[in-house]
Structures are given as structure tokens and as C-alpha cells.
T-cell receptor
């Protein structure tokens, strides 16, 4: 098991609420990623970071924002949740150019 | 757009049979990786094959890579019910891209 954690695991929240999905890793990896995964299984990269104070938008446009103030922490924030944000969100980290380590995911439902 | 495309989208077999999944991609790669995802969980890395390798083994897993056809296959031998999961290929583009590009996945069901 990789040392990468996501909280909460499940979240049901009403439209318009602000939410932050937490992601932490204890492996000292510089590169971190956020993916959104549809029920049809395809993963979409929404944000990534090369290191502290570095954030980039991914291939899928997202209304969420991220920050990277510490190496181990890469939180994702939605200022105003909408039903279209309902999805599974997966966080990952990667040492160098090798494999990625994934967290268990956060399943978000916006009612 | 996603580079990796797995085939088939779904596969159902009996315990003890072999399972083969294929992945095609579009651009030159540095390496190709296979991941497994159990329902409702994150992905777990299975195996990485570099662009200069043609075949790699890990336990009951065998991965092949054909860069001329831009394709890879994952073979699981003597499958078990516990192998039931979704399997994804992911490519790292040549030139040191920081991003892996994942395919849509193959959902494997192994019936006891």
C-alpha cells in the first residue's frame, strides 16, 4: 500500500457549498496529480504539480482549484459545488518518471 | 484526448482461464504502464515496460510491447476470482512528459 491519503472518502453536499478535498503523501514525491473519474471508468487529469508553489491545469477543464504550499499536501477546492461536480476524485503522486501511486479516492455527490 | 485505448472494454472469463487485454496508443512513448483498480478504490501499479523492452513478466502477469504497432498487451495467466477488477494502460510520452495518459480501461470479471 502506498502512503498517500485522501479525505474524506465519501462526501454528500448541497449545491453552492464550498468544499476542499484533502490529499497527503508521506513519500516526499515532488509530482502530484488530481484526476476525475466518471462512472464509465475513464480518468481525466484536472490538475498537477511539479513541486511546492507549482500548479498546472490538466487536460480536462475544471472549476476546481488546487494549491501546493507543502510537498506532502495537495488539496483541491470547489468554491461552489454543483451537481455536475458529482464524480470520483483520485489523487496521485509520482517519484521522477516512474509509476504513480494513487490514493483511495473521494466519491463526491452534490445534491 | 486520451492516448491509450484498451480493448476489449469488458471481459468475462472462468477461473483458471487466461485473460488478455490490449492497449493501443498514438505517439512515441518513454514507457507504458499497467494499473489495476478494484471497485471504488484507487489505482494500483502493476508493471512498467520501457520503450526499448519487448516483454516483461511479473508473477502471473506478462506484458508485451510493440512500438512499431504502438500497442501493448497484458496477459493474466491462470486467473482467479480475486483478479476481478478494471485494468488500465498508461503511457509516458517521449521527452519526459510529467503526465501519464490513461486509457479507458478493461473491466475484467473472473467467475468462480
Amino acid at each position: 500500500e502506498a502512503d498517500i491519503y485522501q479525505t474524506p472518502r465519501y462526501l454528500v453536499i448541497g449545491t453552492g457549498k464550498k468544499i476542499t478535498l484533502e490529499c497527503s503523501q508521506t513519500m516526499g514525491h515532488d509530482k502530484m496529480y488530481w484526476y476525475q473519474q466518471d462512472p464509465g471508468m475513464e480518468l481525466h487529469l484536472i490538475h498537477y504539480s511539479y513541486g511546492v508553489n507549482s500548479t498546472e491545469k490538466g487536460d480536462l477543464s475544471s472549476e476546481s482549484t488546487v494549491s501546493r504550499i507543502r510537498t506532502e499536501h495537495f488539496p483541491l477546492t470547489l468554491e461552489s459545488a454543483r451537481p455536475s461536480h458529482t464524480s470520483q476524485y483520485l489523487c496521485a503522486s509520482r517519484p521522477g518518471a516512474r509509476e504513480q501511486y494513487f490514493g483511495p479516492g473521494t466519491r463526491l455527490t452534490v445534491t | 484526448s486520451q492516448q491509450g485505448e484498451e480493448d476489449p472494454q469488458a471481459l468475462s472469463i472462468q477461473e483458471g482461464e487466461n485473460a488478455t487485454m490490449n492497449c493501443s496508443y498514438k505517439t512515441s512513448i518513454n514507457n507504458l504502464q499497467w494499473y489495476r483498480q478494484n471497485s471504488g478504490r484507487g489505482l494500483v501499479h502493476l508493471i512498467l515496460i520501457r520503450s526499448n523492452e519487448r516483454e516483461k513478466h511479473s508473477g502471473r502477469l506478462r506484458v508485451t510491447l510493440d512500438t512499431s504497432k504502438k500497442s501493448s498487451s497484458l496477459l493474466i495467466t491462470a486467473s482467479r476470482a480475486a483478479d476481478t477488477a478494471s485494468y488500465f494502460c498508461a503511457t509516458a510520452a517521449q521527452g519526459g512528459s510529467e503526465k501519464l495518459v490513461f486509457g479507458k480501461g478493461t473491466k475484467l470479471t473472473v467467475n468462480p
